[in-house]
Structure formats: structure tokens, C-alpha cells
């Protein structure tokens, strides 16, 4: 049994420290723990930043707070690391590197992530920050997959955590070389949120490049827009434009997977 095999790993790491983001991964892993190994078992560390969603930080805050969770919420300091804030392909190595320095200033236990197997698919710096660090994965020594960690969620009670989509950080919607600015991260969360509330799609990811904004739609919501619905919504998001991006255009396109991230070498 996958969660049997989970809670085996977790008790024989011993104290430990869970890295939350205020996601269904890390808050699920820190539920498990501190359900298994009780406050004194186990940590929680949550970095607040310009690239975290304030909902995901206020998640980490309120989950604490009715759990009574042991929880530190910091500041990573990886806007002031000039190797996250120029925007390189590794971004994620240097944006992690500063977490993981930081959690372990404020602690000598063992950290560990909410990393799942289906995360070791994809192209992840972030993950050789973490081995950098001794960063452990329990979901991957379980061999969890995504489902599985949200079928845990739903059984430990978290609700519409269970449910969260999945989001990569703000960050995530620069383009690579783009520099990474706190106005600019403001601004893709409020575009974010505003569509969100305003088409309630499956996916909206709202992307800074270098040819302008782009805001991305799963394809039956890109479906649903009218010229007119697509002219009206222009000029809301376009009064959210920060001056840093004055004179950005605005197109709509199918949601693509990682499409702000560009290898060397690709066009």
C-alpha cells in the first residue's frame, strides 16, 4: 500500500522539516507528517515571495493555524541573487538553492520536499538544487505519482486542497532572459485571478515574452471567446500593465505547457 510505504519512509527519516509551497504536493506531505509524527516530529518552513501566490502563503498560514502545525513562514532571499533575477534556463536551480540555504539556517533536520514521480519527467533544476542540499523526496522514494499524492489529500481530509490545480510559481511565466521583477509577478498573478474569476477555465496561464503578453487558455475556454469577449477583457488586463511592461501586446493563445521556457538554442 502506497501510503503504508509512504509513512514508513517518514518515520524512519526521523525529525524532519517539509519545505511547503502552499500546494497539494507539500501540503499534503506536511499533513501526513505531522498527523504520523505529531508537532514534535516534524517542521514546516513556507518562503513568502513576489513568485508565490499571497493565496498559497495565506493556505500555508491557515492550514498552520487549524492544525497546529509548527510552522515558520520566511523570506528566501533569492531576489537578492542576481544568477534567479537574470532569468537563465536553470532559474529554478538558483530560485530553489536560496530556499533550501535558508530552511536550513532555521533548522538542522532533515528536509524534504513534496517532489512526486511525475516530477522527475520533466526538465527540473530545481531538483539538483535539492540534491545540492541533501534534500530527501518521500513521494519518490514511495514511488507516488500525482494522483496518488491527491488521493492521500482527499483521505487525510484537506478539502479542496486535494483538488488544487497545479501551478508552477509566477516565475514561471517570464520568458527565459527576461529579468525577473516583483511588478512584473504582480501583474501575472492579478491577470490570473481576474480571468479566473471572470471565466472560471480549466487552465489560465498569462505568459511575459519578449514578443508581449500572451494569455493562455485551455482550449475549451479559447473556444468560448468571442471577438467581442476577447476586446472587452484586453482592456481590463491591460489596465492591470505595470510601466516596467508599457507598451506590451496582448494576444490569446491554447495553453501550452512550459511554452515561457526556452532551452538555448530554440527558437
Not at 544568477?83 to 533548522?107: E, Q
Not at 511592461?245 to 512550459?258: D, H, I, Q, T, W
Request: aromatic letters at 6%.
Amino acid at each position: 500500500m502506497v501510503r503504508k510505504r509512504l509513512e514508513d519512509i517518514l518515520v524512519a527519516i526521523g525529525p524532519l522539516t517539509v519545505a511547503v509551497s502552499g500546494g497539494v504536493d507539500s501540503m499534503t506531505l506536511a499533513a501526513a507528517a505531522h498527523l504520523l509524527t505529531g508537532r514534535n516530529g516534524v517542521n514546516m518552513v513556507h518562503a513568502a515571495s513576489p513568485a508565490v501566490p499571497p493565496e498559497a502563503t495565506q493556505r500555508a498560514r491557515d492550514w498552520a493555524g487549524r492544525e497546529n502545525w509548527d510552522l515558520q513562514v520566511v523570506d528566501a532571499g533569492e531576489f537578492a541573487d542576481a544568477n534567479y533575477r537574470s532569468n537563465p534556463v536553470n532559474r529554478c536551480f538558483f530560485c530553489k538553492g536560496n530556499l533550501y540555504g535558508t530552511i536550513a539556517r532555521y533548522s538542522s533536520r532533515q528536509i524534504v520536499s513534496g517532489a512526486n514521480v511525475d516530477d522527475l519527467g520533466e526538465y527540473r533544476p530545481g531538483l539538483d538544487a535539492a540534491r545540492d542540499h541533501g534534500v530527501r523526496h518521500p513521494y519518490v522514494e514511495a514511488g507516488m505519482y500525482k494522483n496518488e499524492v491527491r488521493q492521500l489529500a482527499r483521505e487525510l481530509g484537506l478539502g479542496d486542497v486535494a483538488e488544487l490545480a497545479s501551478s508552477p510559481c509566477l516565475a514561471s511565466r517570464v520568458e527565459t532572459s527576461i529579468r525577473i521583477e516583483p511588478e512584473t509577478l504582480g501583474f501575472i498573478h492579478a491577470v490570473e485571478t481576474f480571468l479566473a474569476e471572470k471565466l472560471k477555465p480549466r487552465t489560465v496561464r498569462c505568459r511575459v515574452r519578449s514578443t508581449g503578453v500572451v494569455v493562455e487558455l485551455d482550449a475549451a475556454s479559447l473556444q468560448l471567446l468571442t471577438v467581442a469577449d476577447s476586446a472587452l477583457l484586453e482592456t481590463s488586463i491591460m489596465s492591470f500593465l505595470p510601466p516596467n511592461l508599457a507598451g506590451k501586446s496582448l494576444a490569446f493563445e491554447p495553453y501550452r505547457n512550459g511554452s515561457a521556457f526556452l532551452r538555448t538554442g530554440t527558437s
